[in-house]
């Protein structure tokens, strides 16, 4: 089986050798390749890719973006390179991240039995230790139930795997759900009836964001996204659930702001930096996606069944 590593890169010169030099360490019994979908880069992280054409088999490049259009997400990268790819099956990661030693034979492994593949996030060995405290390391030791509807498992896109046979019958990212598109592509893999097989030898060393304003954007935009996936996966809310949701989401907002006069360390106001990010993205998520609730879960559901069909064929 042979398998296309996929790596999506913005401006990653600072960390994107690291991430390089671990995929050259790699290993697989049967042919493999990456390719780098580079999402209009302006720093030289593409020159350093280059450097790398000798040591890593059937390396490439492909321009995920256009000008002067605006610059789309990862997950529109993450299409690029598989529709560039020629592998049985696809693995991702990114370029801010490392991939542990044996990773790819783990990854390809599990892919011979299962369609889609989630390997474990370790945070220690790329973060500072007060990064490490500041918060849950959440597809550890295994994965996590979505707290809202289809209240399915998920993993996040930096380290998956999947057939492409899958990928084929469910059809392309949902680029709508911006940084929430692996966890909606989890769910829609679970509707469709696969399950996802977390594989605690695949592990990624996960990079976390180590600079305040960078920890409350990251926090806001998961909590705005959350909404769009609430509002994707619910029937219309009335007005008197809308009204609910929205003043929970206010009081959680308040209590976690009073929660300041509780941190008494670095990793402690870390913590609360990223959780007031996601409070104030669960309260403009809401009113930008929740109060225009006109489609709900009938779409991805036709997509899902349509989905059904092609993967029993």
Same mark, same amino acid.
């Given at each position: 089986?042979?398998?296309?590593?996929?790596?999506?890169?913005?401006? $990653?010169?600072?960390?994107?050798?690291?991430?390089l030099?671990a995929?050259?360490?790699?290993q697989?019994?049967?042919? &493999?390749?990456?390719?780098?979908?580079?999402?209009g880069?302006?720093?030289?992280s593409?020159?350093i890719?280059?450097?790398?054409?000798?040591?890593?088999?059937?390396?490439?490049?492909?321009?995920?973006?256009?000008?002067? $259009?605006?610059?789309?997400g990862?997950?529109?990268?993450?299409?690029?390179?598989?529709?560039?790819?020629?592998?049985?099956?696809?693995?991702?990661?990114?370029?801010?991240?490392? %991939?542990?030693?044996?990773?790819?034979?783990?990854?390809?492994?599990?892919?011979?039995?299962?369609?889609?593949?989630?390997?474990?996030?370790?945070n220690?060995?790329?973060?500072?230790? &007060?990064?490490?405290?500041?918060?849950?390391h959440?597809?550890a030791?295994?994965?996590?139930?979505?707290?809202?509807?289809?209240?399915?498992?998920?993993?996040?896109g930096?380290?998956?795997?999947?057939?492409?046979s899958?990928?084929?019958?469910? $059809?392309?990212?949902?680029?709508?759900?911006?940084? $929430? &598109?692996?966890?909606?592509?989890?769910?829609r893999?679970?509707?469709?009836?696969?399950?996802?097989?977390?594989?605690?030898k695949?592990?990624?060393?996960?990079?976390?964001r180590?600079?305040?304003?960078?920890?409350?954007?990251?926090?806001?935009?998961?909590?705005?996204?959350t909404?769009?996936l609430?509002?994707?996966?619910?029937?219309?809310?009335?007005?008197?659930?809308?009204?609910?949701?929205?003043?929970?989401?206010?009081?959680g907002?308040?209590?976690?702001?009073?929660?300041?006069?509780?941190?008494?360390?670095?990793?402690?106001?870390?913590?609360?930096?990223?959780?007031?990010?996601?409070?104030?993205?669960?309260?403009?998520?809401?009113?930008?996606?929740?109060?225009?609730?006109?489609?709900?879960?009938?779409?991805?559901?036709?997509? %899902?069944?349509?989905?059904?069909?092609q993967?029993s064929?």
């Open positions: 089986m042979k398998l296309s590593v996929i790596l999506p890169c913005f401006n $990653g010169a600072d960390t994107i050798a690291a991430q030099e995929l050259a360490n790699q697989w019994s049967q042919p &493999w390749e990456v390719i780098v979908s580079n999402n880069s302006t720093d030289n593409m020159e890719v280059e450097q790398y054409q000798d040591r890593l088999p059937n390396l490439r490049i492909v321009n995920a973006y256009t000008p002067p $259009g605006p610059r789309r990862v997950a529109h990268s993450y299409k690029v390179g598989i529709k560039a790819a020629t592998g049985d099956a696809f693995v991702f990661c990114e370029a801010d991240d490392e %991939v542990a030693p044996g990773w790819l034979t783990a990854m390809g492994e599990a892919l011979k039995k299962h369609d889609f593949v989630a390997g474990a996030i370790d220690q060995k790329l973060n500072e230790p &007060w990064l490490i405290a500041s918060g849950p959440i597809q030791k295994g994965l996590v139930k979505n707290p809202h509807p289809p209240y399915k498992l998920y993993a996040f930096c380290n998956v795997g999947m057939k492409r899958l990928y084929e019958a469910l $059809g392309e990212f949902d680029e709508s759900c911006l940084t $929430g &598109w692996d966890m909606d592509y989890c769910s893999v679970q509707l469709a009836g696969t399950e996802i097989h977390f594989e605690p695949a592990v990624v060393h996960y990079r976390q180590h600079k305040f304003p960078d920890l409350y954007r990251q926090g806001r935009s998961w909590g705005a996204n909404m769009i609430l509002k994707k996966y619910s029937e219309p809310m009335t007005s008197f659930k809308l009204l609910k949701h929205l003043v929970r989401a206010f009081l907002s308040l209590q976690h702001l009073l929660s300041i006069f509780q941190v008494h360390s670095k990793a402690g106001f870390a913590g609360w930096v990223w959780g007031c990010g996601w409070h104030l993205g669960i309260l403009q998520g809401s009113v930008k996606y929740l109060i225009r609730n006109d489609s709900g879960i009938k779409p991805v559901l036709a997509q %899902v069944e349509a989905a059904k069909k993967i064929v």
